[in-house]
């Protein structure tokens, strides 16, 4: 975790939000706090609320109940694990700027990028950032100020005078990573923001997320993919049906919640495992397709049966991760778009 001193101070919060379309419950009763300086996870998967979570904290959609406020360089301390507290903690959360009363205010604030480019394409990459910085009422002379800065920092310097239709998509997301920077934001609201990039592509844009965390940049971020969550979240908030069911750091969670060795044992007869006496060895396993997992305290008893008794089946020894969290509070089964 990042510079303790920042952990204690809220900059955005949000309390038991709540959404309903007819009479489905999409996002129920949901609360956290971003502290300056933090990386906030929102995890979970499709259908979990994450979306409309993110909707609320933009003012795009309105909660059935709870609410959000902004503190804008911090306001009141919190304990990382939830929870505020001041002396009058209840009476802090209605001090700060609120939404929707003060929308326009908390969006000056904030910078976003969404799961699909909303770049104009008639536009080339420095026009985008101009034209997006004048809806923040910036001046065009200190948005040019900023454009080569950005472009720098988007690895795009040479692509300035290109239109967003002839960049690759990697290039297309660090610029509107850059666009979401114009206004020089406090909190970053990212969602999914790697998406169809390949690993190169998301690699950079992890090192670009670092870069602006280590500047004192607060990020929430959605994500599907764990290795990203567990590489630059501070703490994850672990969303299913709505609701949230986890929160804590990345090895907090995996240390709490499941067991420190995985063996993986797949190929031809992998599944006549779930009946052989190795079973026993695990405290847990589960079945994927034709994979076993084994889920144990001490995995060297059981790769020494496995190599015995099923020398031609095909084993993975790892340490638990944040996949296997994901996958254990929120189920195997595919969920289909909501």
């Not at 950005?150 to 990697?170: C, I, Q, R, V």
């Not at 929430?220 to 949230?244: I, N």
Request: neutral net charge; glycine residues 10%; hydrophobic residues 40%.
């Amino acid at each position: 975790m990042r510079d303790n001193a920042r952990m204690h101070q809220v900059l955005f919060e949000a309390r038991n939000l709540t959404k309903r379309y007819g009479d489905a419950t999409v996002v129920n009763d949901v609360s956290f706090a971003i502290a300056p300086g933090e990386c906030l996870g929102v995890i979970g998967p499709n259908g979990a609320g994450k979306t409309t979570t993110i909707r609320m904290c933009l003012g795009l959609t309105t909660p059935d109940a709870g609410g959000i406020t902004f503190h804008p360089g911090g306001g009141i301390t919190f304990h990382p694990a939830g929870g505020s507290t001041h002396p009058a903690a209840e009476n802090t959360f209605q001090n700060g700027l609120q939404m929707p009363r003060d929308a326009l205010a908390i969006k000056a604030q904030l910078g976003v990028v969404t799961q699909f480019d909303t770049l104009d394409p008639d536009f080339s990459c420095a026009e985008n950032l101009l034209v997006y910085g004048r809806y923040f009422g910036m001046a065009d002379a200190a948005i040019r100020a900023r454009i080569a800065q950005l472009l720098a920092f988007a690895a795009l310097t040479h692509k300035a005078s290109a239109k967003p239709g002839e960049l690759s998509g990697g290039m297309r997301r660090r610029l509107s990573l850059a666009r979401a920077l114009v206004n020089d934001p406090q909190l970053l609201l990212l969602d999914e923001p790697t998406t169809g990039l390949d690993p190169q592509a998301r690699h950079l844009m992890w090192e670009r997320l670092q870069t602006l965390l280590g500047q004192g940049k607060s990020i929430l971020l959605t994500t599907h993919f764990m290795d990203e969550a567990e590489r630059l979240c501070s703490r994850l908030l672990v969303l299913d049906h709505g609701k949230k069911i986890a929160e804590g750091t990345p090895r907090d969670l995996i240390n709490q919640h499941l067991e420190p060795d995985v063996v993986e044992v797949y190929g031809a007869g992998a599944l006549a495992l779930m009946d052989s006496p190795l079973k026993r060895l695990a405290a847990r396993m589960e079945v994927s397709g034709e994979t076993v997992f084994f889920y144990t305290q001490d995995a060297k008893l059981l790769l020494q049966g496995l190599a015995e008794d099923y020398p031609k089946l095909r084993t993975l020894h790892r340490p638990a991760n944040l996949e296997d969290l994901f996958l254990k509070m929120t189920g195997r089964q595919i969920r289909e778009d909501a």
